[in-house]
């Protein structure tokens, strides 16, 4: 049973149009990603954050921004939604305090931007 | 810096062959190992882990030992079923300091045929 929660799971939406991705867990999880998932499958780090109020850019450069207010909720929003930004987008989250190093993966949304 | 190499996919097998699926690593000290399965459509499962030399993760038919000397972890399975059919990927995390990402592998389709 999953305890990190992505909505939506399908999402098909206009140029220009502004979307937020939501992810939430309750695990109480200190440390939360974002990855992109090409259709080669594989992932990059687009976002992360250790904590509330710290996000920090990943890997590759995305025109997608995070948030993480509470602990356990880590939006992603684009602003102004294009045809390049259509790909599958993975949350996950990981507790290091108890020395768990994995991480605890979302279903995904798979965003198609026409 | 670290990084996971991972046998190149795809990889097709009848119902009941022997599976391996090759990962090499390059890391700092000791990481903790990982492998990850994702069904289509779904997000990333951990399906089994090792966080030192010589320990063996199974789960589910599958095992993979963490060898130091060889710098390997590779993932194998004596009689693979249909329903495990999905695309595999090994990651490693590095212990201590302020790092907390996984790295991942390009990820290996494993199909099998009935």
């Known amino acids: 049973e999953a305890d990190i929660y992505q909505t939506p799971r399908y999402l098909v939406i206009g140029t220009g149009k502004k979307i937020t991705l939501e992810c939430s867990q309750t695990?109480?999880?200190?440390?939360m990603y974002w990855y992109q998932q090409d259709p080669g499958m594989e992932l990059h780090l687009i976002h992360y954050?250790?904590?509330?109020?710290?996000?920090e850019k990943g890997d590759l450069s995305s025109e997608s921004t995070v948030s993480r207010i509470r602990t356990e909720h880590f939006p992603l929003t684009l602003e102004s939604a294009r045809p390049s930004h259509t790909s599958q987008y993975l949350c996950a989250s990981s507790d290091t305090l108890t020395g768990t190093y994995g991480y605890t993966f979302g279903s995904g949304t798979r965003l198609t931007v026409v | 810096g670290n990084s996971v190499t991972q046998m190149e996919g795809p990889v097709t097998l009848s119902e009941e062959a022997f599976l391996t699926i090759n990962c090499t690593y390059t890391?700092?000290?000791?990481?903790?190992l990982f492998w990850y399965v994702q069904y289509p459509g779904e997000g990333l499962q951990l399906l089994l882990k090792?966080?030192?030399?010589?320990d063996k993760g199974s789960n589910k038919g599958f095992e993979a030992t963490y060898r130091k000397e060889t710098t390997s972890f590779h993932l194998e399975k004596g009689s693979v079923q249909v329903s495990d059919s999905a695309v595999y990927f090994c990651?490693?995390?590095?212990?201590?300091?302020?790092?907390?990402?996984?790295?991942f592998g390009k990820g290996t389709l494993l199909t099998v045929n009935p």
């Open positions: 890391a700092t000290g000791y990481p903790s």
């Open positions: 090792a966080t030192k030399a010589d």
């Open positions: 990651a490693l995390s590095p212990l201590g300091g302020s790092n907390y990402k996984l790295t």
């Open positions: 954050s250790y904590g509330v109020n710290s996000t």
């Open positions: 695990m109480g999880h200190d440390k």
